[in-house]
């Protein structure tokens, strides 16, 4: 059988940043295959993903200061690897001292915020770490704020959150770039090996993205060839050698991501693969309906409907915890699909795999990276921590190592319909989530109704695809309103609309007060049950996207 070709990759050493992850997809956005791994992990062990052709490594910023007791490392055969090295905050100071040159402790002082380096004029030469800023131009809006002492000074604007700085360099490096309090920003030597103290993969570095582009292809001399083409050959390739001649069954949820993982194992192995769609009561309006419409009868995917909404709701019934509620709901996943093998095994054979949307935040979320290599526990997605420990199904996970923005560029080159493409991501446990406190038919049935307005109303204000995010939460809190002469005790319902690039941080979506008017008119006055209307303002975080 053929083996899939090495993948280009640029590993990601996460030693605590907020935007460990996004410098991972910073580099994915540029078609080049990265991976975010804690620090601890030795080159020996990436080394046997034989599938890896590393061709650099970024070391991420975090909180800590390479002189803590617990300061994390690297492993020494990184640096010894001779493959380029771009250090970022902490990870330029690690560089730095790792390699003979010294740290100055802040003493509290921190440089943090937005900043202007000035990049000095030779810091575009060759040798080819030197050329990180090369090609680099700002816009005149940004040249319009900067006081430009020369017009051949390249000065950019970039983010800053640091402590201590580096104060002598190790032999063989060079400044590439100050600030007016720092007079090292940027260091360079001619074996690959550069250091960065701003962050170019947030927005508040304009120029950050050309920035990390310049390492990935100037310095690593990477190719860009992960695109969405590469990813379905090579998931189709690995797909056909883990599966063989064995049957799969596919948990189809209604959302894009187990819609993309359904099409791309369809098309690797056929009608080895059967789709299943649990109702299990916990549903958005419509939802049934429009799974079989688009895979029963538009795309011809073998489909079953299991009818479990009592099965569901008999076993969440006075249950309030939200943790408990998404382990219920796992394991009742895992047992219907459990029968429905023993079911299609009499007519088809047996049934060796199961298949999930599951995607690379997922994983990330669900077990932490930290320093120390002890994964905490965020949260138990029904992907992966809300599965139980003994299954009789084997995982087939074809988008395990993507970004949601990946998996709609692949969907779209599947052919899935662009709606399905764009829909807004629907969580595992479903609306159990989204009603806080106890479930029963008759709140499911408010809260279905209520999120049906909320999203029509922002479809028809054409806002849906600007939107990471929207939807109605159903709070265990009633209070007092007076509807025509009659007073009232009904239900406080909360709308959450966020945006975001990648789900692990959001933003609470500006919505004009005229379409919270509109959405807030329609559910108190359609829906008997609500008489109030809040919404959330809190970003992710310290809020999560979810309430639950």
């Known amino acids: 059988m053929h083996t899939p070709e090495r993948r280009e990759a640029i590993i990601v050493f996460d030693y605590g940043s907020q935007y460990s992850r996004l410098i991972t ?47 994390p490392a690297c492993d020494p055969a990184i640096l010894e690897s001779g493959l380029p090295i771009l250090g970022i905050c902490y990870g330029m100071q690690l560089l730095a001292k790792s390699l003979g040159g010294h740290v100055a402790l802040s003493h509290g002082l921190r440089e943090y915020g937005p900043a202007t380096i000035e990049v000095l004029p030779d810091a ?72 960065l103290q701003f962050h170019p993969e947030v927005t508040h570095t304009p120029q950050g993205k050309d920035i990390i582009r310049n390492f990935l292809f100037r310095v690593c001399a990477c190719e860009p060839t992960w695109t969405p083409g590469h990813v379905i050959d090579e998931a189709v390739e690995l797909l056909r050698q883990q599966v063989g001649k064995e049957h799969v069954i596919c948990g189809l949820s209604g959302g894009v991501d187990s819609a993309v993982a359904a099409l791309l194992i369809h098309k690797a192995i056929g009608d080895q693969l059967t789709c299943i769609f649990v109702d299990t ?68 054979g047996d049934i060796a795999f199961l298949a999930q949307g599951t995607l690379y935040p997922d994983v990330i979320e669900s077990t932490s990276h930290d320093t120390a290599s002890t994964a905490k526990s965020i949260k138990s997605h029904h992907n992966v921590g809300g599965l139980p420990k003994e299954m009789k199904l084997k995982l087939v996970e074809p988008l395990r190592m993507l970004f949601k923005d990946e998996v709609r560029e692949i969907g779209a080159a ?98 004009s007060p005229e379409l919270l008017g509109r959405i807030s008119n329609r559910l108190v006055n359609e829906i008997a049950e609500i008489n109030r209307v809040v919404y959330d303002i809190t970003s992710k975080p310290p809020a999560t996207i979810e309430w639950e």
């Open 414 to 511: 599947l052919g899935l319909p662009e709606d399905w493409v764009w829909r807004h991501p629907f969580p595992g446990p479903g609306l159990a989530i989204r009603i806080i406190g106890a479930i029963d038919e008759q709140r499911l049935e408010i809260l279905r109704a209520a999120d049906k307005i909320v999203i029509e109303e922002i479809q028809k204000a054409g806002i849906y695809r600007q939107l990471g995010q929207a939807f109605a939460v159903l709070t265990p809190i009633q209070s007092v309103g007076v509807m025509g002469d009659y007073r009232t005790y009904a239900n406080l319902v909360a709308i959450r609309a966020v945006t975001t690039g990648d789900f692990m941080t959001a933003d609470w979506a500006r919505l």
């Open 281 to 348: 009561g916990l549903l958005r309006a419509g939802e049934r309906e429009q799974v079989v419409e688009t895979f029963g009868n538009h795309m011809h995917i073998p489909l079953v409907v299991v009818d479990a909404r009592k099965r569901f709701l008999d076993r969440l019934a006075n249950v309030i915890d939200p943790e408990q509620k998404r382990k219920i709901i796992g394991e009742e996943f895992i047992r219907v699909f459990e029968d429905e093998s023993v079911r299609l095994a009499e007519a088809q």
């Open 25 to 71: 997809r910073r580099i994915r956005e540029c078609h080049v295959y990265s991976e975010l791994v804690p620090a601890t992990t030795t080159l020996a062990e990436l080394q046997k993903n034989e599938l890896l052709d590393i061709k650099g490594f970024i070391f991420s910023g975090g909180p800590s200061s390479v002189y803590d007791l617990d300061a």
């Open 124 to 195: 575009a030469q060759d040798p080819q770490s030197f050329r990180i800023f090369e090609g680099i131009t700002v816009s005149p809006q940004q040249t319009d704020n900067l006081e430009t002492p020369e017009a051949s000074t390249l000065r950019l604007p970039v983010w800053m959150s640091h402590g201590d700085s580096v104060d002598k360099l190790p032999e063989g490096f060079r400044v590439l770039a100050c600030t007016e309090s720092n007079p090292v920003a940027a260091i360079g030597s001619p074996k690959g090996y550069i250091g």
